[in-house]
């Protein structure tokens, strides 16, 4: 059974759109992450949840809007998509925050044109 | 939050030779832990170290930590074409995980 899985995979669209991306986790952790993967494969921290509340929104902007309906879920909507959003993003959970173990998706590669 | 800066940046190697990557760090911490990432795909937790251990072993990895020089180092030993990926460090404090730009590993069959 897949631990943390994201749908879709892969999402090609065109500037301006609105997309989400779905993230579900059945480890029963409480905590949830969203990274963003550039294309020089450093990997940033978006947001974080711990219990569907928010703990953690880096310097994102506000286009993107996670949402945590309940603690095994945490989606990702973006709204008006520029070129500059293209990466892969990668969905991760991990029981408490800090220093545990993280488990990750297999990502969703963005492109937009 | 803590961030850990990889060294180096690429490394390539023949199979069956042992691959050493670097990690250093600015701030104290809780542990450090070892993220391997294949092409396209997501981060795998290998190995976590916690700030009163020295060294730990897992299968072919070894991990140290020196936490009075704010560093650690994770040795693959006899590696395989399957050792092929990025590798990330950790370093834990209180605060959520945040990852650098990793150690591309190739090793060449």
């Known amino acids: 059974d897949t631990a943390v899985s994201q749908t879709p995979k892969y999402l090609v669209t065109q500037m301006g759109n609105d997309k989400s991306i779905k993230c579900e986790q059945n480890?029963?952790?409480?905590?949830m992450y969203w990274y963003k993967q550039d294309s020089k494969k450093f990997l940033k921290i978006m947001f974080s949840?711990?219990?569907?509340?928010?703990?953690i929104n880096e310097t994102v902007p506000n286009r993107f809007s996670p949402k945590s309906p309940d603690k095994a879920h945490l989606n990702l909507h973006i709204n008006s998509l520029e070129l500059g959003d293209s990466a892969v993003y990668f969905c991760?959970?991990?029981?408490?925050?800090?220093?545990?173990?993280?488990?990750f998706g297999p990502g969703t590669r963005l492109t937009v044109l | 939050s803590q961030q850990g800066e990889e060294d180096p940046q690429a490394l390539s190697i023949q199979e069956g030779e042992n691959a050493t990557m670097n990690c250093s760090y600015k701030t104290s911490i809780n542990n450090l832990q070892w993220y391997r990432q294949n092409s396209g795909r997501g981060l795998v937790h290998l190995i976590l170290i916690r700030s009163n251990e020295r060294e730990k072993h897992s299968g072919r990895l070894r991990v140290t930590l020196d936490t009075s020089k704010k560093s650690s180092s994770l040795l693959i030993t006899a590696s395989r074409a399957a050792d092929t990926a990025s590798y990330f460090c950790?370093?834990?404090?209180?605060?959520?995980?945040?990852f650098g730009k990793g150690t591309r590993l190739s090793v060449i069959a």
């Open positions: 480890l029963g952790h409480d905590t």
């Open positions: 950790a370093p834990s404090g209180n605060t959520p995980l945040v």
């Open positions: 991760a959970s991990s029981q408490g925050q800090g220093a545990n173990e993280q488990f």
């Open positions: 949840y711990n219990n569907k509340e928010l703990i």
